[in-house]
């Protein structure tokens, strides 16, 4: 049986268990269970904490697992990255108090800079040519340059209001993490790995895209046709009615704003938008 390895807790608990049912997955999940098995796929689904998945999925004790980017990154495992999920959305980035100096991450040269992502912060420094001192720390990153143990700090940031709270502003970003789904060395090309990852991605390909439909004069084809191309080409079907059209398109959610005014415009009559499941191109 396959094994999928999901976080059991924190941001990225919810959004993993949504989409794996959004997915067509069928289990039931109790909060002492440890693992269940799917019951319309042969798949168990392992629940363990986000930050240890990187390290089971690379010893093989899962054949894939989802976790996010600023973990893979400090682990150094080099897993590939099958499908990027769209969820979890944060980034590695270095702060300093708002009473400091420092403008840019270059001027962080010779500064002692805590992190709870060591790793991944040298690497960054090593690369950029700033001589930096990293202090490894757990927990509360953000209290260290209050207590004196540090000048900046590299942590985690999704709105930046924990940092203001703290007192600290942003002066640039390491890394910009997300929620992946990996696979073991050696297990990315297996057919149920690879299942797998079709089936994520096409409910994230899904949710940034529409379903359009809307009917026409045989004239305004041509221009409507211009707006709105699809994966291919639009879908073109005769009405009983002489002279009209219903165009049938696939479109970009975030393009709806500007897009059905000028499909009003082009002639477009009746125009219906609706969500799409799952959506494989």
């Known amino acids: 049986m396959t094994s999928l390895a999901v976080p059991n807790k924190g941001r990225l608990k919810e959004p993993s268990l949504r989409l794996l049912r959004d997915a067509g997955l069928d289990f039931e999940v109790t909060d002492r269970a440890l693992a269940v098995s799917v019951r319309n796929v042969d798949l168990e689904l392992m629940f363990v904490r986000a930050d240890d998945i990187p390290e089971l999925v690379c010893d093989g004790a899962a054949d894939a697992g989802i976790t996010g980017v600023d973990l893979l990154e400090e682990h150094g495992n080099g897993l590939p990255h099958l499908v990027e999920l769209g969820y979890g959305r944060c980034r590695l980035a270095a702060a300093v108090p708002t009473v400091s100096d420092v403008r840019t991450l270059a001027d962080l040269a010779g500064a002692r800079v805590a992190t709870a992502h060591p790793r991944t912060t040298e690497a960054f420094f090593r690369r950029a040519g700033i001589d930096a001192q990293v202090i490894a720390l757990r927990?509360?990153?953000?209290?260290?340059?209050?207590?004196?143990?540090?000048?900046?700090?590299?942590?985690?940031?999704?709105?930046?209001?924990?940092?203001?709270?703290?007192?600290?502003?942003?002066?640039?970003?390491?890394?910009?993490?997300?929620?992946?789904?990996?696979?073991?060395?050696?297990?990315?090309?297996?057919?149920?790995?690879?299942?797998?990852?079709?089936?994520?991605?096409?409910?994230?390909?899904?949710?940034?895209?529409?379903?359009?439909?809307?009917?026409a004069p045989a004239e305004a084809t041509e221009r409507i046709a211009a707006l709105i191309p699809g994966l291919e080409a639009p879908t073109v079907v005769p009405l009983a009615e002489e002279g009209w059209v219903a165009i049938h398109s696939v479109v970009d959610a975030a393009e709806l704003w500007a897009l059905l005014p000028r499909l009003e415009e082009a002639g477009g009559k009746g125009i219906l938008v609706s969500p799409i499941e799952r959506l494989v191109p």
């Open 139 to 215: 927990g509360s990153v953000e209290v260290a340059p209050k207590i004196g143990v540090a000048d900046a700090i590299v942590d985690l940031v999704s709105t930046g209001s924990t940092l203001r709270v703290n007192g600290l502003r942003e002066v640039g970003t390491i890394l910009q993490s997300q929620a992946v789904l990996v696979a073991a060395p050696g297990a990315a090309d297996r057919v149920d790995v690879h299942r797998i990852a079709t089936a994520l991605r096409a409910v994230v390909d899904a949710r940034t895209k529409r379903y359009l439909l809307l009917n």
